[in-house]
T-cell receptor, first 109, second 114 residues
Framework: RKEVEQDPGPFNVPEGATVAFNCTYS??????FFWYRQDCRKEPKLLMS???SGNEDGRFTAQLNRASQYISLLIRDSKLSDSATYLC??????????FGAGTQVVVTP | GAGVSQSPRYKVAKRGQDVALRCDPI?????LFWYQQALGQGPEFLTY????????KSGLPSDRFFAERPEGSVSTLKIQRTQQEDSAVYLC????????????FGPGTRLLVL
């Protein structure tokens, strides 16, 4: 079983709609959590950190549920430019990041 | 400012050939990481340097893989006797401090072994 699991999608989302997806992690000792965004044939880029209290960054909201060991990402008012693969990332030690395989989001006009 | 750079961007190797992949981290960054990303998968950790010290190499898939960072800046990932299963994108990332969590990724080297 992989340490970080995600629904691969694709999630096909009309422009302006809301989309949400989760990931689960298996190691309860995980210390910090992130969402990265990866465009096709590009490197991953940090989208946002995820905190237990939940946090927002513009149209993006991330939540962490430590008891159930899942992380969620919600995108409101989707833009065409939000089309990408979203990687759920867990940090257990000093920076040794564990990545999920990614959730593909396709925003359509 | 300059980000993480990697070279070459693309490499085609014949099976059995040795390859060397270079990473130039952001200037002054203490931590450097190598990841391997297979098609359709997320990046997988290979190894970690703090300055010139290789503190974790638990992710290196075999003893054909070797990484170094002799002066604590530029790093090289070497793969000896390449195999087809080594075909992947090799990503380098750096971060400013030892426990800094934000990692800045380079564009990757796309390796194809024929």
């Amino acid at each position: 079983r992989k340490e970080v699991e995600q629904d691969p999608g694709p999630f096909n989302v009309p422009e302006g709609a809301t989309v949400a997806f989760n990931c689960t992690y298996s190691n309860s000792a995980s210390q910090s959590f992130f969402w990265y965004r990866q465009d096709c044939r590009k490197e991953p880029k940090l989208l946002m950190s995820v905190y237990s209290s939940g946090n927002e960054d513009g149209r993006f909201t991330a939540q962490l549920n430590r008891a159930s060991q899942y992380i969620s990402l919600l995108i409101r008012d989707s833009k065409l430019s939000d089309s990408a693969t979203y990687l759920c990332v867990v940090n257990r030690l000093w920076g040794k990041l564990q990545f999920g395989a990614g959730t593909q989001v396709v925003v359509t006009p | 400012g300059a980000g993480v750079s990697q070279s070459p961007r693309y490499k085609v190797a014949k099976r059995g050939q040795d390859v060397a992949l270079r990473c130039d981290p952001i200037s002054g960054h203490v931590s450097l990481f190598w990841y391997q990303q297979a098609l359709g998968q997320g990046p997988e950790f290979l190894t970690y340097f703090q300055n010139e010290a290789q503190l974790d190499k638990s992710g290196l898939p075999s003893d054909r893989f070797f990484a170094e960072r002799p002066e604590g800046s530029v790093s090289t990932l070497k793969i000896q006797r390449t195999q087809q299963e080594d075909s992947a994108v090799y990503l380098c990332a750096s971060s400013p401090r030892t426990k800094e969590e934000t990692q800045y990724f380079g564009p990757g080297t796309r390796l194809l072994v024929l």
